[in-house]
């Protein structure tokens, strides 16, 4: 199986790319993507990320590639966007002082999620238009708001058994 990989991109490499089928589209104009857009994305319920690159001598399998970065960038950007409401959330009910032990540590939780989440999304569409390479991923809210609930508890629980370590040790008789 690896042999069989390594001969397919050998061969793209070698041929420039430009024989990898890819679906496309004629057009190319706003709306077009508008409605690739439309068609593939549940907006109410999903987050999604689009990222386009022009196909140059290096074809069409690196423009892909690098429409596929584009569009995860963009979805982790939008991820954390929904994070920081939902994170906040969470500090809703707490007291000043916990706030102050948890609000530190918010920063790297949100990216550490929505890096997670990025490699847990969903490639929806990708197409060639006038020599330009598309790509669609998305995740769902509901994925967002559950890895972001999970990943807090997470950290909740460390912390916690951290603290619970210390009492034991002070707890100690000497």
Do not use: H
Not at 3 to 9: G, P
């Amino acid at each position: 199986m690896f042999n069989r990989f390594i001969f397919i991109i050998i061969l793209a490499l070698f041929s420039g790319c430009s024989t990898m089928s890819i679906p496309s589209v004629i057009g190319g104009d706003p709306s077009s993507v508008e409605s690739k857009i439309s068609s593939s994305i549940d907006k109410e319920n999903e987050v999604y990320g689009i990222g386009s690159a022009k196909i140059e001598s290096s074809g069409t399998l690196i423009a892909m590639g690098k429409a596929k970065k584009e569009a995860r960038d963009e979805l982790k950007d939008k991820i954390l966007s929904e994070e920081k409401i939902i994170f906040n959330s969470f500090l809703i009910n707490a007291d000043p002082y916990t706030k102050g032990i948890l609000e530190p540590a918010l920063s790297d939780l949100k990216d550490y999620t929505a890096t997670e989440l990025v490699q847990k999304s969903i490639e929806k569409d990708s197409w060639v238009e006038k020599n330009e390479a598309y790509t669609i991923i998305s995740i769902s809210k509901g994925e967002i708001l559950s890895e972001s609930q999970n990943i807090f508890i997470q950290y909740l629980d460390d912390i916690t058994n951290k603290f619970q370590t210390i009492k034991e040790g002070v707890s100690q008789p000497q």
